[in-house]
């Protein structure tokens, strides 16, 4: 509010509202009075105050959209609109959303430089030297794009980057989604992981049509089966009880869940038929299954299919 007091003509008053429109223009943030006027005090905007809530607090300064904004939990803090800032690169951070891939797929990957006050600088990833420093990965392009190779199990990798002398690696799973197609047992009808469980990898012994432990059966039928590919004293065996004329009781040793037994009849070992099919939802030993007979002569086997 200001106020005028004594005899002024028209052109002096408006002289006097001239000189104290500059008077009001002054940023002091105090009372000012003379004989003849007085101001209140001025208002500072939040310029530069401090602003806060319960998940960050930004300090502001007055004469332009500048400001520290922090952040507690991650702990984090940003500088912007400093001419001139001075900071130091402490190391290479690398990233990637997820940090997973599926084998024989993509992702990509992506740096930044960590400053010592914590807050970051965006690196193209072109900028950016890539390497593969270990795992499955087949290879890491100009631009960051990773590509995973096949695995038997989900797989630990490291991937490596290199800007402006610093180092980073940024640790990535490459994951099994594709059960048969690792190496040479790729498309074999096994699965690879059961493979190299059991004879490692690269080994001959373990093909499906191959009997490693000279038991009669062949690792197909050990693993639809549930059985042991490398112990001869581990073996799915049959009986048959039971028989009445018109019903024959075929008994298994065990029977695997996941897999499919179908029961056959044939009385000419020529031409089976199939009688009945059992998918197990549990392991039972043994396991017995009535199944109808036809004739004088009937012959049964049981064949085994994966789902």
């Not at 004989?35 to 960050?56: E, F, I, Q, V």
Request: charged content about 10%; some cysteine; hydrophobic content about 35%.
């Amino acid at each position: 509010m200001i106020s005028l007091k004594g005899p002024f003509s028209a052109h002096l008053r408006r002289a006097w509202v001239g000189v104290l429109g500059c008077v009001a223009a002054s940023a002091v943030a105090a009372p000012q009075n003379s004989a003849n006027y007085s101001a209140t005090s001025d208002t500072m905007d939040a310029g530069g105050r401090r602003s806060t809530s319960a998940n960050y607090t930004n300090d502001g300064s007055v004469g332009g959209i500048v400001g520290i904004s922090t952040v507690a939990a991650p702990a984090a803090m940003v500088k912007h609109g400093f001419i001139g800032q001075l900071y130091e690169v402490t190391a290479l951070q690398l990233a990637s959303t997820p940090t997973t891939v599926n084998e024989g797929e993509t992702r990509l990957l992506s740096g930044a430089q960590v400053l010592d006050d914590l807050t970051h600088l965006t690196i193209p990833a072109t900028s950016i030297t890539w390497s593969v420093q270990s795992g499955p990965l087949v290879s890491i392009n100009s631009s960051g794009l990773a590509t995973a190779g096949p695995v038997f199990q989900s797989t630990a990798a490291t991937a490596q980057g290199i800007y402006l002398g610093q180092n980073g690696t940024l640790s990535l799973t490459v994951l099994e989604t594709i059960p048969d197609n690792f190496g040479t047992y790729a498309g074999d009808g096994l699965p690879d992981h059961w493979q190299v469980q059991y004879f490692g990898q690269n080994n001959a012994q373990s093909a499906p049509n191959m009997d490693a432990d000279a038991d009669g059966q062949s690792n197909l039928l050990e693993f639809l089966a549930g059985y042991l590919p490398t112990d001869s004293n581990s073996r799915l065996t049959t009986r048959g009880t039971d028989l009445t004329g018109s019903t024959f009781t075929l008994e298994l040793s065990r029977v695997q869940p996941g897999t499919r037994y179908i029961f056959q009849r044939t009385t000419n070992l020529e031409t089976w038929t199939d009688i009945l099919t059992v998918n197990p939802v549990g392991i039972s030993a043994p396991y017995s299954q009535t199944i109808p007979a036809s004739g004088p002569t009937n012959f049964f086997r049981v064949r085994l299919e994966a789902p």
